[in-house]
């Protein structure tokens, strides 16, 4: 796991571990990888709701980063350049005290401690990445809504894969943009998830949805779980979803 290889503090363990996994994928033909889990976990709480448990690397920004950014050169590496990786959960679920699959959660942080901790990973593997293996090829938009991030202790984002002046704030910072312009791509995390439909409450409507993480800056979308009231499954409500763009 992600902790045990935190634990060794040791980057070279992490690299060689992520050629392992990054050739056996591969082999299978597997060719995006959801991951690594680049989260900063500040304070465990195993017992709690939102704990992240074992696919953290650990609780220390710099650390959380050297170890992210050997494991994404060895995924690359293992794969001879076939598994595309994309990092999450960006911009950071850390400090986050419930389970974004079920409930978007409400972090109080200001850009610049942002940047301090939960970003600082991020950074490691895009532009501060030393060389193209290093570099992830993505990164996964978290649904985390964030409280005070510019200052205002009263203003509060939309969760950030479907807000786009939060998404485009945070992917305009030095060091992301350059990646960005690069080639780098902002995936949504699923957007049929239970913290979605519960945001959107009665108004949830599959076609709207993707229009507007779309809209905020995303260049993919993960569709799982999509289905509106009258469609009869992900297919068909991701059918609906084409023709309506079309």
């Excluded at 980063?65 to 293992?78: F, K, N, P, Q, T």
């Excluded at 312009?181 to 949504?188: C, D, E, F, P």
Aim: proline letters at 6%; zero cysteines.
């Amino acid at each position: 796991s992600a902790m045990a290889l935190g634990a060794t503090w040791d980057p070279s363990q992490a690299q060689s571990i992520g050629e392992v996994a990054g050739k056996e994928l591969a082999a299978l033909g597997v060719n995006l990888l959801l991951g690594p889990d680049l989260d900063v976990v500040e304070t465990p709480d195993p017992k709690g709701p939102g704990d992240l448990r074992s696919q953290t690397f650990g609780g220390d920004p710099f650390w959380v980063g050297a170890m992210g950014r050997s494991y994404v050169a060895g995924l690359h590496l293992g794969s001879q350049g076939r598994l595309a990786v994309f990092a999450r959960h960006f911009p950071g679920l850390g400090s986050s005290n419930r389970k974004t699959e079920e409930e978007v959660p409400t972090v109080r942080r200001t850009l610049d401690k942002l940047q301090q901790v939960e970003l600082a990973p991020f950074f490691a593997v895009t532009g501060g990445a030393p060389d193209e293996a290093s570099t992830a090829d993505g990164v996964i938009a978290a649904h985390i809504r964030f409280q005070g991030l510019q200052g205002n202790i009263r203003a509060t984002t939309r969760p950030v894969s479907l807000d786009p002046q939060a998404l485009q704030l945070l992917t305009s910072l030095p060091g992301l943009a350059d990646w960005r312009a690069g080639g780098g791509l902002v995936l949504s995390d699923s957007l049929g998830s239970n913290a979605i439909k519960r945001f959107y409450d009665t108004a949830y409507n599959g076609k709207l949805v993707a229009r507007d993480a779309l809209l905020a800056g995303n260049d993919l979308l993960y569709l799982s779980q999509f289905q509106s009231p009258g469609d009869a499954d992900d297919f068909a409500a991701i059918t609906a979803t084409l023709d309506f763009f079309a």
